[in-house]
């Protein structure tokens, strides 16, 4: 691999950028791997990244049945926080938090993490008291956190409306400095990158349709590019989790919907950091570009077709300029929907399955790309030991039938 | 957005309903004698299929009555809507999820579906 830097820069500004190096190598699947990772999005890059740095473990192959980045690591709306209220979900995100800080350098590829902070908007007496309880949380967990008054959110952003006269008055919020934003399309590559220089094969346009067993042993996966031996499978399939868990007869809590986002056209620099409200449900943030990046909530039924109904666009474009009244005759570019992997209590599923060798990692529903690195990290750990690290142990399948549910459903300010 | 046929009031649009989820899930008789497992199954295991689905809705803002749809979950067209208690037009399918496609020759029982497609 080459590396990026300001002298390869130069080098390759002497041949006019046309020698640059592929990012990743496109191999035809082997017959045989270690490990194969069904499913190239940001998590499954990420697993397959972990698993050769930090076990050692190469001879991996990612399978993607589309194209890198084209599901949902690039269809979201790229923010990433940590300030969630239950200690396992914390701990968690905060993992995946610490891998952010560091993971530009960890990549050598920019994924543009910047750090410009979260908040959560509360517009009624219980969501400041929620408010307040979760920021105690997670300063307890070591996470940073910060209650605002109203008058402090209009000094942080000037545009936003905070009229006490308002249908849903802006009574504070939430702020987490640490969080931020980073660019999701740069996200993937860097980890297929990344994974690719320490020799795991990528393949794309490589659909899995089956999943073969001897016994309750797993020994590979059928794939329109025929069979492909394993000694573990990985599956890291998002909104297709249930299709592939049926292929071993596996039955999940997860029910797939569209969850829908949209881009205005670029203006000038008006909003600095995030925003988000779970009481009128809207978020939105402005890229580098100058766009405005709006996310939507997902449809009632489920759907597998990529796109959602125009009533959601219209209810979170509704909550937005509630928020922002200025934003009223700005035009909206691009409106785009994801299928999301949605779980009853709003938390992820990591770990292993009744299948030996298959394991399982699915059901981060609307909130996923923010906790690509950790999900990578832990699931690469549980593939590579075959055991649950302690940071998702509790995130197993069993517990919908314990019935310790880790329930974040609006427990962290907004579930996404 | 679809065009729901509510079978009491007919087409309507979607914003009047409400997706109540998978259909045709029968709650345990026998409560307890349910192994943890079984409570588990009944509780959040879902079929989430690629293709047909079977699925709740009510008519939130008109009659408020429940009924069932049968709806491809990639192309969301409707192909049926049957009240509850009524057998679903093709019976009830396999238990779990799959890429089960659906019957689209079939003319649609539960009236036509022009507008259904998001």
Not at chain 1, 38 to 65: D, P, W
Not at chain 1, 253 to 269: D, F, G, T, Y
Not at chain 1, 309 to 325: D, M, R, V, Y
Request: charged content about 20%.
């Amino acid at each position: 691999m080459n590396r990026y830097s300001i002298w390869s820069l130069v080098r390759n500004a002497r041949s006019h950028h046309e020698q640059w190096q592929a990012a990743w190598r496109s191999p035809d699947p082997k017959r045989e791997y270690d490990v194969v990772i069904v499913g190239g999005g940001g998590h499954g890059l990420a697993t397959a990244y972990y698993l050769a740095k930090e076990h050692g473990i190469t001879n991996v192959a990612v399978l993607e049945k589309g194209w890198i980045g084209g599901g949902n690591t690039g269809r979201n709306t790229t923010i990433v926080r940590s300030n969630y209220l239950w200690d396992e979900a914390t701990h968690l995100y905060e993992k995946s938090m610490k891998l952010w800080e560091g993971l530009s350098q960890d990549l050598n590829f920019n994924v543009m993490f910047s750090q410009r902070g979260v908040l959560n908007l509360g517009h009624t007496l219980q969501d400041m008291r929620d408010i307040a309880r979760r920021v105690n949380a997670n300063r307890l967990n070591g996470v940073d956190g910060e209650v605002l008054t109203a008058a402090q959110v209009k000094a942080m952003v000037p545009i936003i409306n905070t009229a006490p006269d308002a249908r849903y008055p802006i009574l504070g919020a939430s702020l987490q400095r640490r969080a931020g934003v980073a660019r999701h399309d740069a996200v993937a590559w860097g980890y297929a990158r990344g994974a690719d220089a320490r020799g795991i094969d990528i393949v794309q346009n490589c659909e899995v349709t089956g999943i073969r067993r001897d016994g309750a042993q797993v020994v590979g996966v059928e794939t329109n590019r025929g069979f492909v031996k394993a000694k573990k499978v990985g599956v890291v399939a998002a909104g297709h989790s249930s299709v592939l868990a049926a292929m071993v007869d596996l039955r999940l809590p997860i029910e797939s919907h569209p969850l829908q986002a949209l881009v205005s056209e670029p203006i000038k620099r008006v909003l600095d950091t995030v925003v988000m409200s779970n009481a009128v449900h809207g978020y939105i943030s402005q890229s580098d570009k100058g766009d405005l990046v709006i996310g939507a909530g997902i449809d009632a039924y489920t759907g597998y077709g990529q796109r959602g109904s125009f009533s959601i666009i219209e209810g979170t474009l509704a909550a937005i300029l509630e928020l922002f009244p200025t934003f009223s005759r700005v035009r909206m570019n691009r409106q785009w929907g994801g299928i999301v992997d949605v779980c009853p209590d709003a938390c992820p599923i990591i770990g292993l399955t009744p299948v030996r060798g298959l394991y399982l990692n699915c059901g981060w529903g609307t909130g996923g790309f923010k906790a690509t690195p950790g999900s990578g990290w832990v699931f690469a750990h549980t593939i590579a030991q075959d055991r649950p690290h302690e940071l998702n142990a509790a995130f197993s399948l069993d517990r919908f039938f314990t019935g310790r549910l880790i329930d974040e459903h609006g427990a962290a300010a907004v579930a996404h | 957005m679809l065009l729901i046929h509510c079978p009491w009031c007919g087409p309507r649009e979607q914003t009047e309903f409400s997706c109540g989820g998978e259909a045709h899930i029968v709650r345990p008789v026998d409560t307890d004698a349910l192994t943890d497992e079984q409570w588990g199954d009944y509780l959040f295991m879902r079929k989430n299929p690629r293709g047909r689905h079977l699925e709740q809705w009510v008519h939130t803002y008109g009659c408020r009555r429940w009924f069932n749809v049968e709806r491809d979950t990639v192309t969301y067209r409707i192909t049926a809507v049957y009240k509850p208690g009524d057998e679903p037009p093709r019976g009830v399918g396999p238990a779990s999820a799959g890429r089960e496609a659906a019957n689209r020759d079939q003319p649609p029982e539960g009236g036509p579906t022009r507008g259904s497609d998001g």
